[in-house]
Nanobody, 127 residues
Framework: QVQVVESGGGLVQAGGSLRLSCAASGRTFSGYVMGWFRQAPWNEREFVAAISRSGGSTFYAESLKGRFTISRDNAKTKNTVYLQMNSLKPEDTAVYYC??????????????????WGQGTQVTVSS
């Protein structure tokens, strides 16, 4: 089992940047595909980005390519996945969730593939 905790959210002006972090503890971090999802008020949860176990493969929501970058540090002292968000827009406002998938081998956009979820961190982009 793994526990994930997000941090780094906050209020930012449109055009600004934020870096979210997701710290994992528990079982071997490198054994999990990691993903980021988000949910805006009154919207369904949507996929943002995912990264393979080694970090060698990434997968993005088409609409976010070029602005968001997912990365991970599998060193035991880190065990963290990051989401760098640039050129933020008001429509990026949402609660951002980190998730870990144990039984898949590739970065996946399917929420059902993820076994463990964090509590989320709020990102608010003002216009």
């Amino acid at each position: 089992q793994v526990q994930v905790v997000e941090s780094g959210g906050g209020l930012v002006q449109a055009g600004g940047s934020l870096r979210l972090s997701c710290a994992a503890s528990g079982r071997t971090f490198s054994g999990y595909v990691m993903g980021w999802f988000r949910q805006a008020p009154w919207n369904e949860r949507e996929f943002v980005a995912a990264i393979s176990r080694s970090g060698g493969s990434t997968f993005y929501a088409e609409s976010l390519k070029g602005r968001f970058t997912i990365s991970r540090d599998n060193a035991k002292t880190k065990n963290t996945v990051y989401l760098q968000m640039n050129s933020l827009k008001p429509e990026d406002t949402a609660v951002y969730y980190c998730a870990a998938a144990n039984w898949v081998w590739r970065a996946t956009s399917r929420g059902a593939d993820y076994d463990y979820w964090g509590q989320g961190t709020q990102v608010t982009v003002s216009s």
